[in-house]
């Protein structure tokens, strides 16, 4: 068994888990199971659900469904399955990590119920990754990923750009990925030649750019709501942080002019809000290195960091300031979607205090503290990225779909901090239990 499934995972402070075994049947029954199928905001209640060869075979009343005889029968009685989440702005190791290094961090997804993740920081090696999860050798979600960053200083050029695009569109990625410092002649470049060969970009807005360019250049999703600070600022001045400068300076009547832009555009929004809770908390970051999930955070010297980095944050900006930036940030983000503006679940782990997989739930709980319902906001780590990828095989619970799901012991839609009480995950079909995941004695 691989290094990558050796480790202990605590998926809620009083459970811990472990790497996954070969399945012993292709064919696995959820038995009076309520279901959650997410296309709709229901409850199906006293439901049996036959997985076979990585779908959903059959669902219906229990008792109305036959149980093959060859199924391993998960006695579900009380419990809640809903389809896996997808986390669609992950990272993966990169550069020189080892592969045992890289399972693992992939292994943290899956094991907390991520079936779909989209790599935001591409390397070579995660194409291989892709394939091999593709080809079922690795307990991991679906990968998408983007190529390796562009940047100032990777794309300083009109040419630099059409070559980078030309090259990663050539390697196989699934998209590009934006950072800053693109200046807007090489942006304008790229956006061009991306879209003539049929690639997706989207990540973070440039400041050479701008929330406009970027809108009008039909990004595929802007993350960390980039640029909308920025947009709102009465004043020109050079932004910091994601506008957190420019905080008192912004001008809100401008949002509904900004979101129906954003609509119009057509572009996705994965806003990270937990990232931004995390660094403008006034909680104690020493207290915040005692979650039980940052044990599993490695390496461990990335916490200091951490405790650093939120320290300095909690020194150099005013508590009103960092108040008022995540105040501004829900509003933003809550007008954006009751305008239809489409989301995706996503929270940027590995960043600051996002041990991965863990923070796709925290992520659900800043969705639902910024004013969606529970059921919003899991749509957006559901049914929604099936939109985004326009699979309709993916993101519910039906028959014919394929089987990455979840397994709760209480109902998310009632409250959604029950999204971290993990029964089990079905990942491509395979059934992994809390059992099957302890480790041995």
Known sequence: MK????????????????????????????????VLPMDRDTVLRDQTVVIRDGRIATLGARGRVPIPAAATQVPAAGKYLMPALAEMHAHIP???????????????????????????????????????????????????????????????????????????????????????GVERDPFDALAAKAHEVGIDFAGHVPLA??????LEARYRSIDHLDGYIEALSKTPMQSQFFGINLVNDVDESKIPALVQQTKKAGTWMV???????????????????????????????????????????????????RARFLAVRRRILKALYDAGVPFALGSDAPQVWNVPGYSTHRELQALVDAGLTPYQALRTGTVDVGRYFGAKDSGTIAEGHRADLILLEANPLEQI??????????IAGRWLSREELRPKE
């Not at 020189?96 to 292994?107: G, K, S, T, Y």
């Not at 100032?152 to 990663?168: F, H, L, M, R, Y």
């Not at 750019?209 to 970027?214: C, E, I, K, P």
């Not at 901090?417 to 079905?426: E, L």
Request: proline share 6%; glycine share 8%; hydrophobic share 40%.
């Open 417 to 426: 901090g029950n999204s971290r009480r993990i029964a089990g995950v079905v």
């Open 94 to 180: 990169g550069g020189n990590a080892p592969d045992d290094a890289i399972e693992r961090v992939l292994f943290l997804y899956a094991a907390h119920g991520i079936g779909t993740i989209r790599g935001m920081l591409g390397d070579p090696r995660h194409l291989a990754f892709r394939d091999r999860v593709a080809k079922g050798e690795l307990v991991s979600p679906r990968i998408y990923t983007s190529g390796p960053s562009l940047n100032g200083n990777s794309v300083p050029t009109k040419e630099a750009a059409i070559q980078a695009v030309t090259s990663q569109k050539a390697a196989g990625y699934d998209l590009l990925k934006i950072h800053p």
């Open 209 to 214: 750019v701008g929330l406009h360019r970027a």
């Open 3 to 34: 290094s990558a499934f050796a480790i202990v995972l605590a998926l809620t402070a009083a459970t811990a888990w472990t790497g996954g075994q070969t399945p012993t049947s292709t064919v696995t029954a959820f038995v009076g199971v309520h």
């Open 271 to 321: 806003p990270t809000q937990i990232l931004f809770e995390n660094l403008m908390t006034d909680e104690d970051p020493l207290e915040m290195a005692k979650r039980p999930e940052i044990r599993f955070q490695e390496p461990q010297d990335a916490v200091q960091k951490w405790i650093a980095q939120t320290q300095m944050f909690q020194k150099k900006i005013p508590a009103a300031d």
